[in-house]
């Protein structure tokens, strides 16, 4: 399944959680994709949803066992990738999940923009 794009996203899983296609992540599912999986400059699918703002994909990607601190990529992990997008509802998701609220702190401190420190409060 795996392929090399030129926006950072490495596998079929990671573009459709990119994309916002729940219907294909939940095909892609069924032919046994790797949740889990590693590659480019967003780590794993779980982490490209989270930036970009999927809930209903981060709550699929959760229940099929993603790695709720996994680490890698440009943002670090995927509570940071939500965090710094300003993604409240995925932000609260992830720490009901067991995210790591003190994950490579620094770097969440030195990214996260100013209106975004509601997000942050959370944490």
Same mark, same amino acid.
């Given at each position: 399944m795996s392929m090399h794009r030129e926006d950072g996203v490495a596998n079929a899983l990671q573009a459709a959680? $990119?994309? =916002?296609?729940? =219907?294909? !992540? #939940?095909?892609l599912f069924e032919k046994g994709a790797d949740v889990n999986a590693q590659g480019e400059?967003?780590? /794993? &699918? *779980? +982490? !490209? &949803?989270?930036?970009?703002?999927h809930e209903g994909i981060v709550k699929l990607? *959760?229940? #099929?066992? $993603?790695? !709720? /601190?996994? +680490?890698? $990529?440009?943002?670090? /992990? $995927? *509570? +940071? &990738? &939500?965090?710094?997008?300003?993604h409240e509802g995925i932000v609260k998701l992830l720490l009901e999940k067991g995210a790591d609220a003190n994950a490579q702190e620094e770097w969440m401190a030195m990214h996260c923009r100013q209106h975004q420190l509601e997000v942050m409060r959370e944490l």
């Open positions: 959680s $990119a994309g =916002g296609h729940e =219907g294909i !992540v #939940k095909q400059d967003y780590g /794993n &699918a *779980l +982490q !490209v &949803a989270s930036t970009g703002g990607l *959760l229940e #099929k066992g $993603a790695d !709720v /601190n996994a +680490q890698g $990529a440009d943002y670090g /992990n $995927a *509570l +940071q &990738a &939500a965090s710094d997008r300003g």
